[in-house]
């Protein structure tokens, strides 16, 4: 079983930066994505951004060139360094993992297998 544990979520003013962490407890597999998540009240869950076993990464344009996912394959860490933060970004972010690689598409919700318990972040204007 996977556990993952999001942490690092807080307020911020527009503009600002935030930095989240996703510990998790063993990978899938060895071919793996982690992905970020993020729902905001009343509307759906979205991918916002992915890496995978091989490094490829993956981004929302909502997000592409503000937000950076890495990971850290010995700590079995992935972060997810947040900048320009606007309150279109407020939400609560989570994490997520799935065996094999992400793919070329966003990541989709329903295809993720194990998540954490999310972390919020709030971006006052």
């Known amino acids: 079983q996977v556990q993952l544990v999001e942490s690092g979520g807080g307020s911020v003013q527009s503009g600002g930066s935030l930095r989240l962490s996703c510990a998790a407890s063993?990978?899938?597999?060895?071919?793996?994505?982690m992905a970020w998540f993020r729902q905001a009240p009343e509307k759906e869950r979205e991918g916002v951004a992915s890496?995978?076993?091989?490094?490829?990464?993956r981004y929302a344009d909502s997000v592409e060139g503000r937000f950076t996912i890495s990971q850290d394959y010995a700590k079995r860490t992935v972060y997810h360094e947040m900048n320009n933060l606007g309150p279109e970004d407020t939400a609560m972010y989570y994490c997520?993992?799935?065996?094999?690689?992400?793919?070329?598409?966003?990541?989709?919700?329903?295809?993720?297998?194990?998540w954490g318990q999310g972390t919020q972040v709030t971006v006052s204007s």
């Open positions: 997520a993992a799935k065996s094999f690689r992400c793919g070329s598409e966003l990541p989709v919700a329903a295809l993720f297998a194990y």
């Open positions: 890496i995978d076993s091989a490094g490829n990464t």
């Open positions: 063993a990978y899938p597999l060895t071919s793996y994505c």
